[in-house]
């Protein structure tokens, strides 16, 4: 299997203060392996250290302490050689063609100029390749950049945030085509995000919260570490969630508790007898971080990681 495609061990970061905004720690002595052929997810909401992350996994900083390993090497040149990223904002001139991009970057990585045809044809843009990416959808300049990404026939590919801006179809749709290029290609991907319908794509999910790891399982293990059912209700019965001895969180106006089957039994007759409108549902991801930190995936920090150029890997 050899060595894994992303080793982290006790990696700090640090942002300076800058025009009145006060120095911070994005990243907390962060820990983790990405083993080779693993799809893994960094599920957090914005300012929880996930881009920060992804920034370094991408060779495009350097954490203040700790040690860094990308694909068996912790010299940035010789990682970079086997990386693709997608960038939150995609790397494309929307004033050349589709073909002028995936020249221009078969050019930067020496690459064959038929892989072009070939990453078209896998991405379904064959019939695209002469128009102009200013003309395109933003599902379709999403399969550009990603055909733009894998014209260097990447061992890791690094994807933050992909489908931001995207419509449920566009997303649905290219996260459809990443499962088929990960088990084409037996590829390692990483990837960002706050949407937990697209982490549960992944394999692997690791939620971050203010630079800190909180959890890292699989899905369905995540979810049933908080417990496989829930009821949901009004705050205001929340202590009957409480009396069962649920585990319970609060967001949105609504209570949310966790438990086995005989705890929700108990739950249920005594909110009917009290008149409570209240829904059964299965724990989601969401759930899950929402009991981990006590915070939604819709919450954020107003001090975001500064920007950094992008370049293509």
């Not at 495009?60 to 960038?87: H, K, M, T, W, Y």
Request: with cysteine; glycine share 10%.
């Amino acid at each position: 299997m050899g060595a894994p495609a992303i080793i982290l061990d006790a990696v700090r970061r640090t942002y300076r203060a800058r025009r009145g905004v006060p120095a911070r720690v994005a990243l907390h002595e962060v820990s983790m392996r990405v083993q080779r052929g693993e799809w893994v997810a960094l599920l957090g909401p914005n300012g929880s250290g996930k881009s920060t992350l992804m920034r370094i996994f991408a060779t495009l900083e350097a954490p203040d302490q700790g040690a860094v390993e990308i694909l068996g090497a912790s010299r940035v040149r010789d990682a970079r050689a086997g990386l693709g990223v997608v960038f939150q904002r995609p790397g494309l001139d929307p004033l050349l063609t589709v073909r002028e991009n995936l020249a221009n970057q078969c050019a930067l990585h020496a690459a064959p100029a038929d892989r072009i045809e070939r990453e078209a044809q896998r991405l379904t843009l064959t019939d695209r390749l002469d128009d102009r990416v200013r003309t395109l959808s933003g599902g379709m300049v999403r399969r550009v950049d990603l055909a733009r990404a894998l014209l260097s026939d990447p061992e890791l590919l690094l994807l933050d945030e992909p489908t931001a801006g995207l419509d449920h179809d566009a997303r649905v749709g290219f996260l459809d085509t990443l499962d088929a290029i990960r088990k084409d290609r037996e590829i390692t991907i990483v990837m960002s995000t706050h949407l937990m319908d697209e982490a549960d794509r992944a394999g692997r999910v690791v939620m971050l919260s203010e630079g800190r790891i909180v959890a890292d399982d699989a899905p369905d293990a995540l979810r049933l570490g908080i417990g496989e059912r829930l009821i949901r209700c009004g705050e205001a019965f929340a202590d009957v969630l409480r009396s069962a001895g649920l585990r319970v969180t609060l967001a949105g106006g609504r209570a949310s508790g966790a438990g086995d089957a005989a705890q929700l039994e108990t739950v249920a007759r005594e909110l009917l007898d009290r008149g409570a409108d209240f829904e059964h549902a299965g724990a989601t991801l969401a759930d899950v971080y929402l009991s981990l930190t006590g915070r939604g995936l819709d919450a954020s920090r107003s001090d975001s990681a500064p920007q950094t150029a992008g370049a293509n890997a």
